[in-house]
């Protein structure tokens, strides 16, 4: 897939090197439901986990290179309901510049259109204000926060739910 600026494609064990780049930077991780990866083995075993079936992912890359940037996925896909999850991650020197908004506001576009979802969500940590702003630029609403709902490797944190409805998206 394409965007205005972005390369979409599909998640490879052979992105190790681009994703532990950024996925070993402390910011990184801070929100994230993994640690600070320690080596670019524990970025391979992460991959291997996102590119299971159960998962769909994207690697997102500016079109005018072959370098990984971050990553957009979709899981706890349910077909009975329509419905599944979104996530993304992004190096740190790309923040604040649109872009995981418009890699994850193309992966709803999928979502909605080619997977025929009725229902998308989102949760994220409820101190992670930049995540709140990106799931609220998509037209995600907030519906309420869940309490230590999420077991990390520190301890279980609140996360806040966030969602969209096919016929809400634009």
Same mark, same amino acid.
């Given at each position: 897939?394409?965007?205005?600026?972005?390369r979409l494609?599909?998640l490879?064990?052979?992105?190790?090197r681009?994703?532990?780049?950024?996925?070993?930077?402390p910011?990184?991780a801070?929100?994230?439901l993994?640690?600070?990866?320690?080596?670019e083995?524990?970025?391979k075993?992460?991959i291997?986990?996102l590119t299971?079936?159960a998962?769909?992912?994207w690697?997102?890359?500016q079109r005018?290179?072959?370098?990984?940037?971050?990553?957009?996925?979709?899981h706890s896909l349910?077909a009975?309901?329509?419905k599944a999850?979104? *996530?993304?991650?992004?190096?740190?020197?790309?923040?604040?510049k #649109?872009?995981?908004t418009?890699?994850?506001?193309?992966?709803?576009?999928?979502?909605?259109?080619?997977?025929e979802l009725n229902?998308?969500? *989102?949760t994220c940590?409820?101190g992670?204000?930049?995540?709140?702003?990106?799931?609220?630029?998509? #037209?995600?609403?907030?519906?309420?926060?869940m309490?230590?709902s999420h077991f990390?490797?520190?301890?279980?944190?609140?996360?806040?739910?966030?969602a969209?409805? *096919?016929?809400e998206? #634009?």
């Open positions: 897939m394409e965007t205005k600026r972005l494609r599909r490879s064990i052979d992105d190790s681009d994703v532990y780049a950024y996925a070993s930077d910011e990184v801070r929100f994230a993994w640690p600070p990866h320690d080596a083995e524990s970025t075993a992460f291997r986990f299971r079936p998962l769909l992912n690697a997102i890359l005018s290179s072959d370098k990984v940037i971050g990553m957009v996925f979709l349910n009975h309901h329509r999850e979104i *996530a993304f991650n992004l190096a740190r020197q790309h923040w604040n #649109g872009l995981v418009e890699a994850a506001c193309n992966v709803l576009n999928f979502a909605f259109h080619a997977l229902r998308v969500e *989102a940590m409820p992670n204000l930049a995540a709140r702003r990106v799931l609220k630029k998509m #037209g995600m609403t907030h519906e309420g926060r309490r230590r990390r490797y520190d301890g279980s944190h609140d996360m806040d739910l966030f969209i409805l *096919a016929d998206f #634009g």
